[in-house]
C-alpha cells in the first residue's frame, strides 16, 4: 500500500537548544533524511550550528497521521518516515495498539491488515458471502451482522481501529 503521508521532523542540535539557542530545520522524513541533515548541519559552518554542537535530535514531526513521534535519533525518524510512506495510515494505526515500528513493519508485511471498510459490519460481511451465498435471501436478511462483527472482535479474531471516518481492520495469525 503506497501512502500520500508526508511525515516532516524539525531537527535540531541538542547542544544548541540546552544552551538556549533554538537552532534547526524542518525535513521531510524519508529515505535521505541522514544524508539531507547532515548536508545542513555540516559542522565546518559557523553559520549551520552557532554553538558548535553536533548531538541532533528530531524535536518536532507532522504528517505522521497522529502517531507521537517524540524526540528520537534522525535515523529512527528516517525509517518511520520511510515506513510510513509505504505502508500509511495502517501503520500509524498498528503501532499506536503498541507495536514497535519492526513488529508493526513485520506484521503488515504478513497480511495483519485486512483492509478499511465503512463499519466492521461491512468487513464480517464481505469475508463471509461465500458462506451464505446458498441461504435464501429472506433468511439473509435476518443475519445481524453487527452482532456477529461485535461478537468476533470481542472474542480476539480481529482488532477494529476508527480513523477519520473509517474502520481499519487487523487480522493477528
Not at 20 to 41: I, N, P, Q, T
Not at 83 to 106: M, N, P, T
Not at 114 to 121: L, T
Not at 147 to 159: I, S
Amino acid at each position: 500500500m503506497v501512502s500520500n503521508m508526508e511525515p516532516r521532523v524539525y531537527v535540531a542540535c541538542l547542544h544548541c537548544y540546552n544552551s538556549g539557542k533554538l537552532h534547526g530545520e524542518w525535513f521531510e522524513a524519508d529515505d535521505g533524511l541522514g544524508d539531507e541533515v547532515d548536508a545542513f548541519f555540516n559542522p565546518e559552518s559557523s553559520e549551520r550550528l552557532p554553538c558548535g554542537g553536533e548531538e541532533l535530535m528530531v524535536h518536532d514531526s507532522e504528517g505522521f497521521d497522529g502517531m507521537e513521534l517524540g524526540e528520537v535519533g534522525v535515523s529512527e525518524a528516517e525509517e518511520t518516515g520511510a515506513a510510513l510512506r509505504e505502508h500509511g495510515v495502517a501503520l500509524a494505526l498498528w503501532i499506536g495498539q503498541g507495536r514497535s515500528l519492526k513488529q508493526a513493519i513485520k506484521d503488515l508485511n504478513n497480511g495483519v491488515f485486512q483492509g478499511d471498510y465503512e463499519s466492521a459490519e461491512d468487513y464480517v460481511e464481505e469475508h463471509n458471502e461465500d458462506f451464505v451465498k446458498d441461504v435464501p435471501d429472506f433468511i439473509k436478511w435476518h443475519i445481524d451482522w453487527k452482532g456477529v462483527a461485535d461478537d468476533l472482535e470481542t472474542n480476539g479474531a480481529f482488532t477494529s481501529i476508527e480513523h477519520a471516518g473509517r474502520v481499519y481492520i487487523f487480522e493477528e495469525g
